[in-house]
T-cell receptor
Framework: AQKITQTQPGMFVQEKEAVTLDCTYD???????LFWYKQPSSGEMIFLIY??????QNATEGRYSLNFQKARKSANLVISASQLGDSAMYFC????????????FGSGTKLNVKP | GAGVSQSPSNKVTEKGKDVELRCDPI?????LYWYRQSLGQGLEFLIY????????KSGLPSDRFSAERTGGSVSTLTIQRTQQEDSAVYLC????????????????FGEGSRLTVL
């Protein structure tokens, strides 16, 4: 069965520091995609970053980077230089495998950035 | 509009009444998804539509829930005989899944419909 696990229900980070949000996944298929979404208190879901299972390099988007360790089946999100506006829920998601239209979401991590 | 549009944004109803939630996806997106999010919780998959294929209804929690997608565009999620446990935010998302190596097919979400069943 496909599964996404986020083991940190809540985290605190000091403004301007880096933070890592954990995500592990469970699949035996070699082809899948991994996503991170941010959900502020307003409720919208904002796409942050994507990593394909065959990508050789870790994905980066501005202050966001994805620490992809395929053998360990982990796809941790790293936010550098945290800002107050980064306070939100963060969801890890996997597309596929087997059915590339199927998305599986983790339970989320609530990040609070302290001034 | 450019994004996924959902209506109503808020709906308060009495237990036992039927409700309809509407989703207008991004033009050209072939896939449309419905998720449910209870307060402070993660996203629960309900159903998705992909082109002209039969929808994947595996996430619908009971036969009181149904969804349609007309003309490959607008979708309506219907909840019959609402119960208090149906209270949640219902999120719609759409995506364009290109060929392998093409667009990454990320989901674009609407702002959700908040349903409160009294």
């Amino acid at each position: 069965a496909q599964k996404i696990t986020q083991t940190q229900p809540g985290m605190f980070v000091q403004e301007k520091e880096a933070v890592t949000l954990d995500c592990t996944y469970d699949t035996s298929d070699p082809s899948y995609g991994l996503f991170w979404y941010k959900q502020p208190s307003s409720g919208e879901m904002i796409f942050l970053i994507y990593q394909g299972s065959y990508d050789q390099q870790n994905a980066t988007e501005g202050r966001y980077s994805l620490n992809f360790q395929k053998a360990r089946k982990s796809a941790n999100l790293v936010i550098s230089a945290s800002q107050l506006g980064d306070s939100a829920m963060y969801f890890c998601a996997m597309r596929g495998p087997y059915n590339f239209n199927k998305f599986y979401f983790g339970s989320g991590t609530k990040l609070n950035v302290k001034p | 509009g450019a994004g996924v549009s959902q209506s109503p944004s808020n709906k308060v109803t009495e237990k036992g009444k039927d409700v309809e939630l509407r989703c207008d996806p991004i033009s050209g997106h072939t896939a449309l998804y419905w998720y449910r999010q209870s307060l402070g919780q993660g996203l629960e998959f309900l159903i998705y539509f992909q082109g002209n294929s039969a929808p994947d209804k595996s996430g619908l929690p009971s036969d009181r829930f149904s969804a349609e997608r007309t003309g490959g565009s607008v979708s309506t999620l219907t909840i019959q005989r609402t119960q208090q446990e149906d209270s949640a935010v219902y999120l719609c998302a759409s995506s364009f899944l290109g060929l392998a190596g093409g667009p990454m097919g990320e989901l674009f979400f609407g702002e959700g419909s908040r349903l409160t069943v009294l």
